[in-house]
């Protein structure tokens, strides 16, 4: 049992370091990943690398060629507008829904993040900065207090993050723009203003999208 049990503590740690890395960057799409590489960066067998790529797999993270190794996946043009599709109706909604109690204690708590969210960008820290807008926007779907909303909105975060780090260079760029949105965003949670509140999401999140991605029309909002 307990051999078992190490070994189901390692094929879970193998999934969470090579999950991060694609999520992060390190390992971009097109990217060939090898067992016997894997498993001697993380210090484990190829057996648990094995069971740690079949499920990144059927999450759609890799492509596995047998006897060769997996190629990462990127996420295509459909996936993104689809991913802004959604975020924009399930945080719009929330906070249309927020109960004013509810939505004055986030506004506070959004605030303070916001001042962490100017550090990161002061010290250069996108990774830092990343985590914390995640959280700042599930802070929105948080103040509708409907908890089949937050659940769907945790499944898409992955590819929130991912899509984060595969801009990260025009987080940079756009600092000062962001952070002046996210304290618009802030100010309308707080007022209970939401039709203000959907039209800055908007704009915020067409800015957010990959660099890649045509512009299209998505439900009614400009997707870049």
């Not at 659940?151 to 780090?165: A, G, I, K, P, V």
């Amino acid at each position: 049992m307990s051999e078992k049990k190490e070994s189901l503590s390692a094929a879970e740690r193998a999934y969470r370091v090579i999950r991060s890395q694609i999520l992060s960057g390190v390992h971009a799409p097109g990217t060939m990943l090898g067992e016997s590489a894997l498993a001697a960066e993380i210090e484990v067998s190829r057996t648990p690398v094995r069971v740690a790529l079949a499920r990144l797999q059927d999450e759609g993270w890799i492509l596995i060629y047998p006897k060769r190794g997996a190629i990462v996946q990127g996420i295509d043009e459909r996936t993104i507008v689809e991913l802004a599709d959604a975020r924009y109706v399930l945080e719009t909604t929330a906070v249309d829904r927020a109960p004013d109690q509810l939505r004055r204690r986030l506004a506070e708590r959004l605030e303070e993040s916001i001042d962490q969210q100017r550090a990161a960008f002061a010290e250069g820290d996108v990774a830092r900065f990343i985590d914390l807008t995640l959280a700042f926007h599930r802070g929105f779907v948080e103040a509708g207090d409907n908890r089949v909303m937050l659940e769907m909105y945790s499944q898409l975060s992955d590819r929130h993050r991912f899509t984060l780090f595969t801009i990260r260079h025009r987080l940079l760029e756009r600092c000062e723009e962001i952070i002046a949105e996210h304290e618009a965003l802030t100010r309308h949670l707080r007022s209970g203003d939401a039709a203000a509140f959907a039209d800055t999401l908007r704009g915020h999140i067409a800015e957010h999208a990959s660099p890649s991605t045509p512009a299209r029309d998505t439900g009614g909002f400009l997707e870049l």
